[in-house]
């Protein structure tokens, strides 16, 4: 039996292994997407985005199993947050993505307490997020202050990479391909720690977790916190790049539901999930959006057939059917 123990922890090691050389590769090669290919440099830039943002729900929602149906709470906040600093006093978007990832940190935790403290969870905690992001939806559609209906539209101030302003696309790309890239790598990092398996620990069986001495609020909490973290750093981002935002584009219940699809079909729970349910919805996203804008609502009835295909014959995303794939290759090829 240990020496069984053994050879597969063996075989994880080296799959691991192969599988991060790879994706070492891949990244160097990507950062020739935009030169080879420059008319699609907006879809990539959507596509690392969604990619991020889907991280950030990841390790809420896949890691720790607190499925939130409201993301875009913490992305409407980080993209507000930084649009206002700029606008109405002049901050640098590099301070406002700042402002913006500790004020949504900060409602993440107040969300997360009053949660987790009182035994939220599962839809409960779902529809709460919901809630939640739906508050802040109406009180920016009729707050003056922050644009009302109208929204915030940013100033573009030239080629200004003090501001997070560019003239051309390719700057962003390549700042979310790195910044998708380490996030990736250190969620991938974090899965082994204490903190990681505690989260994965809690999702399984918070019961017995809690049994074994681990503090299931505690560990939901610093989840919440990554979480709503990174997703407000994407909103940020998003804003700078497309120097507009309105209430319906950031708090809508749709951007909650775009956020949530990538790590549940790229495979929840895993460092690359993310990343690869952007890379397959995203250009279907854009491709069916197009095809079928003469029918309204018809690309999320195909986002919900997709969902239900995935979930029952994929119920561990694309990562557990590419997984199964390196493992019979690995096999074929010792």
């Not at 919901?130 to 929204?151: R, Y």
């Not at 990681?196 to 809690?202: R, S, V």
């Not at 994929?314 to 059917?321: I, S």
């Amino acid at each position: 039996m240990d020496k069984d123990n053994a050879t597969k922890r063996r075989l994880g090691r080296a799959l691991s292994t192969k599988i991060w050389l790879m994706l070492a590769v891949l990244l160097i090669l990507l950062h020739a997407l935009p030169f080879v290919f420059p008319e699609f440099v907006h879809l990539f830039i959507i596509t690392l985005l969604y990619a991020l943002m889907g991280q950030g729900w990841n390790i809420l929602g896949g890691y720790a199993g607190q499925f939130s149906f409201g993301h875009a709470l913490f992305f409407g906040i980080g993209a507000y947050t930084s649009s206002l600093l700029f606008v109405k006093l002049g901050v640098s978007p590099w301070l406002g993505i700042v402002a913006g990832i500790g004020v949504a940190v900060a409602i993440g935790l107040f969300i997360g307490f009053l949660s987790f403290r009182y035994g939220l969870t599962g839809p409960f905690f779902a529809l709460i997020m919901l809630a939640f992001a739906e508050i802040f939806h109406m009180v920016s559609k009729s707050w003056d202050q922050v644009g009302a209906a109208l929204g915030i539209l940013i100033p573009l101030k030239g080629n200004s990479p003090s501001l997070m302003q560019f003239t051309e696309k390719e700057p962003f790309y390549f700042m979310l391909l790195w910044i998708v890239a380490l996030v990736t790598y250190f969620t991938w990092r974090f899965e082994g720690t204490r903190t990681g398996l505690y989260w994965q620990a809690i999702r399984e069986n918070q019961d017995a977790a809690s049994a074994l001495g681990v503090s299931p609020m505690r560990f939901k909490l610093v989840a919440m916190t990554f979480s709503a973290g990174l997703t407000a750093m994407g909103g940020t981002i998003y804003a700078q790049y497309l120097l507009y935002i309105d209430p319906d584009s950031t708090f809508g219940v749709i951007n909650s539901v775009e956020i949530m699809l990538r790590p549940i079909i790229g495979g929840p729970g895993t460092a690359l999930g993310p990343l690869l349910g952007s890379m397959v919805l995203t250009p279907l996203s854009e491709v069916t959006r197009i095809a079928l804008r003469a029918y309204s609502g018809a690309y999320l009835m195909l986002y919900g057939a997709i969902l239900v295909i995935v979930v029952i014959f994929l119920p561990d995303g694309l990562m557990g059917m590419v997984k199964n794939w390196v493992r019979r290759f690995s096999k074929r090829t010792e």
